[in-house]
């Protein structure tokens, strides 16, 4: 992906990418990556479990939601930890939220649907 005002973040585009990413990539992103859709966040999860996935090989994950009935358990019980994401270091357009830990050196970037929704209308819908 190049820069471009579409892609690049602002007041009026708060889903892009931060000019600063750009720039430490030499102006373009990584072209070919692994999206994988699950409903919720512990779908990925029972996949991993039944050796279905690596996640390790997976560069997205959009879900609708990524709440998890049980945070805690979330980072005792698989080690990991659910972040919010700061729109302005994502390397992916959308990304609302990261999985630190997964058995991956990076956080696992997510797309999380309902939150993208909830901005866009709030954004652009008449009060």
């Not at 931060?18 to 990925?44: C, H, M, P, W, Y």
């Not at 797309?111 to 209308?121: G, Y």
């Amino acid at each position: 992906m190049k820069s471009s005002g579409d892609t690049i973040y602002s007041n009026d585009n708060t889903f892009g990418i931060a000019q600063n990413i750009f720039t430490r990539q030499s102006g373009t992103l990584k072209k070919d990556i692994l999206v994988e859709f699950k409903q919720e966040l512990r779908g990925i999860h029972k996949d991993i479990d039944q050796n279905k996935k690596d996640i390790s090989h997976i560069d997205i994950l959009v879900c609708w939601s990524t709440n998890y009935e049980d945070k805690d358990k979330l980072s005792t019980e698989k080690g990991d930890i659910l972040q919010e994401k700061d729109t302005t270091t994502n390397a992916f357009y959308g990304v609302t939220h990261q999985l630190i830990g997964a058995g991956r050196q990076q956080p696992l970037p997510i797309i999380e649907l309902k939150t993208i929704l909830e901005k866009v209308l709030n954004t652009h819908l008449p009060k």
